[in-house]
């Protein structure tokens, strides 16, 4: 199968530290090639992959401080992008609006959407008016997303290179917050939850200008070099280390996050986790299997007590068994081919992927 998979530009596949979908598009797109298939992949010039590479820019806009032009860059490579695809069996784009408004011009091409984050109003008019296939990358994303505009194709859980983490049976140190510093992310409610247990915590995690001043004037006061401690952005290096050597990873997301790849990287370290019940976590998290999916800051610290009770080598398995690349790649092959098939089947929301509080609804 020729697939031209499409990553944003705004970071380099993979990503040097913060990026979770373009981890997931290099593993993605090297499990493709492995199992055969034939991929040229759209993505910054600073990029690695055993695909062909076609860059637009030579490097990721994340960090480059010197353009001011970012979004015209994003645009020019949408349609550098869709320039050649009659020539492909399949678009995946993972780069959101800006392909999906493209694909007008070339209607005839099959596009699967992969959608990386939930969407918002302004870009509502693109959907209403998006004729292709997309799909979700958890069942409570899928609640999300809206009922007119292309056809829901199914949902493929994001995944891990889990034999690229270091796997630990006897997990006995710190707290860990990884993430990104910002308050749907609640670092500062992991900060209230080791102080109240007594455990040391890091904190990992990158500051986006949007989020300095949260980081400045709630997170940044409660550092104190000792029992919570700030270690900036992890790279791939440093984040195995951390979630190998903690106690417990500690999620307090005030969101609705479509997955949460940090979940399912910390469980294949055998490091339990413990998240509130929000978005997709307890698609991820197994609770008081791999962890404990709480309601709020009394319950996750409670949970704490009870981490010894879960069991690494269960955690790993998890992740091994759900999770793991060649199983998303196997799952995204058999939605191309559904695609190009013209074949859509009616998809119903198994009730073990929903919290038990919403297990009566059934999305189409």
């Known amino acids: 199968m020729r697939i031209l998979q499409i990553a944003p530009l705004w970071e380099t596949v993979p990503p040097p530290a913060y990026g979770g979908t373009e981890a997931v598009v290099h593993l993605l797109v ?8 034939d991929v040229t992949l759209c993505a910054s010039g600073d990029s690695r992959t055993s695909a062909v590479l076609q860059a637009s820019y030579p490097r990721s806009l994340r960090t480059a401080d010197d353009i001011v032009a970012k ?9 550098l992008s869709m320039a050649d695809a009659r020539a492909y069996d ?8 800006q392909i999906m408004a493209t694909h007008h011009l070339v209607p005839d091409v099959p596009m699967l959407t992969t959608m990386h984050c939930l969407i918002t109003a302004d870009t ?3 959907w209403d008016q998006y004729a292709g296939h997309f799909n ?5 994303q899928r609640r999300t997303m809206p009922r007119s505009g292309g056809t829901f194709a199914g949902v493929v859980h994001n995944a891990v290179d889990v034999q690229s983490f270091p796997f630990r049976a006897d997990n006995d140190g710190y707290l860990l917050f ?8 609640g670092p500062h409610l992991a900060v209230e939850v080791a102080l109240r247990t007594g455990y040391p915590l890091v904190i990992a995690g990158k500051v986006d200008p949007v989020d300095a001043a949260f980081f400045r004037d709630t997170v940044e006061p409660l550092i104190d070099g000792s029992r919570i401690r ?7 290096q440093t984040k195995r280390a951390l979630y190998r050597d903690a106690l417990a990873l500690l999620m307090p997301i005030t969101w609705d996050e479509p997955f949460g790849l940090v979940l399912a990287e910390a469980q294949a370290c055998g490091t339990p986790v413990i998240t509130f019940n929000r978005g997709a976590a307890p698609e991820i998290v197994s609770d008081q299997r791999t962890g404990f999916v709480v309601a709020d800051v009394d319950g996750m610290a409670a949970a704490v007590s009870r981490v010894k009770e879960i069991d690494p080598a269960f955690c790993r398995d998890h992740i091994a068994t759900h999770f793991d690349g060649p199983i998303m790649a196997r799952n995204y092959v058999r939605l191309y081919r559904s695609i190009i098939e013209g074949r859509h089947p009616a998809i119903t929301v198994p009730a073990s992927q929903l919290p038990d509080q919403r297990r009566s609804a059934q999305v189409a």
């Open 136 to 140: 979700t990358i958890s069942w409570a």
């Open 230 to 236: 700030f270690v900036g952005e992890a790279d791939a």
């Open 124 to 126: 509502r008019v693109v």
């Open 178 to 185: 990884l993430s990104r510093i910002s308050p749907e992310k």
């Open 30 to 37: 090297e499990e493709l090639v492995n199992q055969g298939h």
């Open 71 to 79: 979004d015209l860059l994003s645009w020019h490579h949408a349609a």
């Open 90 to 97: 399949i678009v995946h784009n993972h780069a959101g609006e």
